[in-house]
């Protein structure tokens, strides 16, 4: 699945986004990352794939808005906040 199929996030299609993304990051394995469920590792390799999978996960969801609701998300420094804030 790329994130190309899923259709930008409206004013108008919250529900249906919010479905089709959660099934992406599940797919991708960041879905946990997203939703502040999965803990932060303490060693360093661990570290470098949280940090790349948190990475991952903001990019996903950045890309997936629509244009004029990228000011939502200024502010937002981690995949959770993102996810929170829409």
Same mark, same amino acid.
């Given at each position: 699945?790329? @994130?190309?199929?899923? %259709? $930008?996030? @409206? ?10 993304? !959660?099934? *992406?990051?599940? *797919?991708?394995?960041?879905? /946990?990352? =997203?939703?502040? @469920?999965?803990?932060? $590792? =303490?060693?360093? %390799?661990?570290? /470098?794939?949280?940090?790349? /999978? +948190?990475? !991952?996960?903001?990019? =996903? #969801?950045? #890309? ?5 609701? &990228?000011? *939502?998300?200024?502010? +937002? @420094?981690? $995949? &959770? !906040?993102?996810?929170? =804030? #829409?």
């Amino acid at each position: 699945m790329d @994130t190309q199929n899923i %259709a $930008p996030f @409206t004013p108008f299609n919250y529900f249906g986004w919010k479905k089709q993304m !959660e099934i *992406h990051l599940k *797919h991708k394995g960041s879905y /946990r990352v =997203t939703m502040g @469920t999965k803990i932060k $590792p =303490t060693g360093v %390799a661990k570290k /470098r794939k949280w940090f790349n /999978r +948190c990475d !991952e996960a903001y990019g =996903t #969801l950045s #890309l997936s808005l629509y244009s004029d609701l &990228h000011f *939502h998300n200024d502010s +937002c @420094t981690t $995949p &959770h !906040e993102v996810w929170t =804030t #829409l």
